[in-house]
């Protein structure tokens, strides 16, 4: 028995100190594109959120039009969590003169279905649980997770592949994390509507913190709430809308927008813009941004 | 409080060492420990239906000492005392099922009643412990085994909490022996309890709960997918079901050894079997012993005319689907196994007696396609998605979604899979054979490997097992 644990503790030190390396020396893929956001790299404008963020905000454009690097830093199936997780990270090496928070209100205000564990919202910063904010994040989340993580087998649980796999294949990178969809909505159907959820406490408690935060750094932060087809208005947003409010911040709302609304062919589906929608909805957001910015400020 | 979770793990070694700290000669005490884990980790859920589990015990303990007692009219004290202890189980599982199919039939002739329904949640495992604690009733009933006559004892053999949320369903003569006596601590059974754990734990964790992202994705999307994707799936999720339950079934055993007590085995490679008959006999084998004994003998069995067998057959999957699931498809399913026995039985190729590895394959590989399609009816929401998805697999042909899964997930479930299938086949057709795999060395290196696949490719905040809700 003695043995058995002495081997496996080793194996999970053996793990732990080859995913450190792997995560540290990433040469490809995903793992690099998000070591290099959060540790190495500087970009002026820096949009949050979830795949929706990922798919509507057209960053070659917006950086044409503000002429400014604008970052599309959404990650699918994320929300408010993770955005404060790499804002606490990117806070460490850069200040970004803007910060866009694109809404979704599973991800961000409710809780995401029966089985809705925050725990998922921490994959991405296993790695650098150990960086000032980081940890608190664990600890608000769930304080077994801290504990947990110091586990080089679980931090780095089926990560680990992928990581070996972008080494040694060396996946390419994109030029851009901007991923326009393709296809358009058939039918009228219409994007789920959070009506009798209970609200997720924790996601609302990090609405507020990444506002301070960014106001702790004298970073402007907008929200946006990109639209949803179908949508007849965004009172399901109210909680956030209430936030941004109380504490001075702009939201930006085209969640019902008569616009988008009308323009079924501009929707792959009902939650998420295909790259015409995107498109517009980028040269729309552009103009509106433009008072958002410190230069415009002043 | 399901035994995958971490919660669980943290709890168990406290419940392992208290037990065994309790000295031999003090066996009450050690009994009464167990009940109170077992009744604290049921109530864990919902504290309430713990009322449920002590109602069905103290009605089956009252019946089963009444048999004993009342000569005369044993037959409706009998009936009486097995619908009262099956009353939670009908009123919690199938009372709306019934009023729902009620309702909609005398729509149907124009007729509009309605009751109201229960907005109740179903008590976990309360299929599993009714159909044990009423077993064991009938086996006194039928004279087979002695009224149990302490109440501490039979609390344990329906509450034991290993068995509890999903079987396996223990037989009074098994189980209660072993709680009359409790054994002395085993080092060797402790060992063997602990490898039946980590391959349980590997099979739910690491390909069950794996599996089930990609065929629950699929399955709640079935109208955007093509035929392969939804054959695919339907393949998927017969692998999931079998490792869902098989791993709970040797969690639940490896537990109860540490404890020093032996469970009946559920599983016996039931994918590798030669008919669907076979299938029966590998597969959920105390729910099959159950039915069998209590439903299919009592019947006539198969020691009655050809017809009347094939009507007892047909009986006992109908109420094995129903057992299953308070909805059409679950019985359905029930049917359509009653059907396809039958059927074998007619042709005479319930077993496989000669040598060709050719001819066995063959009759493995379309015993798995027709369970796997019947898994198809189990797994859908309603009869017509099953006909649908059904359908598409015959009429859509295409490139299977599977890059959805990406490819860590694909690289750790062949992996993964190769070994279970390794395992399955060296244990089915080669046991004891390639002496390497039985070295201390090997071993010793298989059970580390287990235990690092399971928190290095297992899917941690997995959820509840798929049989814990019937």
Known sequence: MFLFFLAVGACDCCVGILGDHLQAHSKGGLTKEFNDLVINDSHDILVLGSSRALHHYDVSYLSEALGMDVYNAGYKGNGIILAEGILELVLQHSHPKLILYDVEPAFDIYVYGPDDKDIRYLSFLKPYYKEPGIA??????????????????????????????????????????????????????????????????????????????????????????????????????????????QNGVAFLDYYADPEFMSHREWFQEPVHLNATGAKHFSEILAKRIVSLLPSSQN | ???????????????????????????????????????????????????????????????????????????????????????????????????????????????????????????????????????????????????????????????????IMSGPISKASEFLPQIKKPAPFSYEKGKQGLKFLLWGMFIKIVIADRLSLFVDTVYSNYSVHNGTTLFLASVFYSIQIYCDFAGYSLLAIGLAKTLGFNLINNFRRPYLSVSVTDFWRRWHISLTRWLKENIYIPLGGNRCSKARCYFNILVTFLLSGIWHGAAWTFILWGVLHGIILVLEKMAGVTVYEGHSPLVRGLRMLLTFLIVNFAWILFRSPDISTAFTIIGTIFTSVGVPAVSEMGGAVILILAVALSLLFFKELREEFFPGKVRVLDSSVFRGFAYVSLFCMIILFGVLDGGQFIYASF
């Open chain 2, 1 to 163: 409080m399901p035994l995958n979770s971490i919660h669980f793990w943290m709890v168990f070694p406290v419940i392992f060492i208290v037990y065994w700290l309790i000295p031999i000669k003090f066996k009450q005490a050690r009994k009464i420990w167990l009940v109170l884990v077992s009744y604290l980790l049921y109530m864990n859920w919902k504290p309430a239906f713990a009322l449920i589990l002590l109602f069905i015990t103290v009605v089956t303990f009252c019946g089963a000492l009444s048999f004993d007692k009342v000569k005369s009219k044993k037959n409706a004290l009998g009936w009486a005392f097995t619908l009262l202890s099956l009353a939670p189980l009908f009123v919690f599982k199938y009372y709306n099922f019934l009023n729902d199919s009620l309702t909609s039939g005398l729509e149907l002739v124009g007729l509009h009643l309605s009751l109201p329904g229960l907005n109740w949640a179903v008590p976990i495992g309360v299929s599993f412990f009714s159909f044990q604690a009423v077993g064991y009733m009938l086996d006194v009933y039928r004279g087979r085994f002695e009224p149990e006559k302490s109440f501490v004892d039979y609390l344990l053999f329906v509450s034991f909490f290993p068995q």
């Open chain 1, 136 to 245: 608190q994040i664990f600890k608000d989340v769930s304080p077994k997770e801290w504990y947990k993580v110091h586990s080089g087998l679980y931090r780095y649980n089926t990560s680990i592949v992928t990581m070996l796999a972008e080494r040694l294949v060396g996946h390419k990178m994109p030029a851009s994390r901007f991923i326009p969809l393709t296809g358009v909505l058939q039918d009228d159907s219409e994007a789920y509507v959070n009506t009798g959820v209970a609200y997720d406490d924790l996601k609302l408690k990090y609405v507020a913190r990444i506002i301070h935060r960014a106001g702790s750094e004298d970073i402007p932060i907008a929200f946006v709430a990109s639209p949803k087809y179908g949508m007849a208005d965004s009172s399901e947003l109210d909680a956030i809308k209430c936030i941004c409010e």
